[in-house]
């Protein structure tokens, strides 16, 4: 079945730096489009930023342009999310994601807290 596990989560200072990762399995991840997401306390789950299958275009929100890249290396079925100069209104919880015509599939979410 289809599995997503975030990894990478934790406590940072502003202005550091965090690498998310999210192995995928269940699935041929060289084909299908992933995601970012994360949800913060009282505020509903946006989107991040996403990477296509094939060419790996991306695309981010407005709030983290500049500052957070998405990555996928398809040897490994893994997602990345390299996030640079974080501010504490990143700090959430962050999801990894995957759409197919019948369902949305979600990682377990690992938290992000960026507080000095």
């Known amino acids: 079945q289809v599995r997503l596990v975030e990894s990478g989560g934790g406590l940072v200072q502003p202005g550091g730096s965090l690498r998310l990762s999210c192995a995928a399995s269940?699935?041929?991840?060289?084909?299908?489009?992933m995601s970012w997401y994360r949800q913060a306390p009282g505020k509903e789950r946006e989107l991040v930023a996403g990477?296509?299958?094939?060419?790996?275009?991306?695309n981010y929100a407005d709030s983290v342009k500049g500052r957070f890249t998405i990555s996928r290396d398809n040897a490994k079925n893994t997602v990345y999310l390299q996030m640079n100069e974080m501010k504490p209104e990143d700090t959430a919880v962050y999801y990894c994601?995957?759409?197919?015509?019948?369902?949305?599939?979600w990682g377990q979410g690992t938290q992000v807290t960026v507080s000095s």
């Open positions: 994601n995957v759409r197919f015509s019948t369902r949305n599939y």
């Open positions: 269940g699935f041929i991840f060289s084909i299908k489009s």
């Open positions: 990477i296509s299958s094939a060419e790996g275009s991306t």
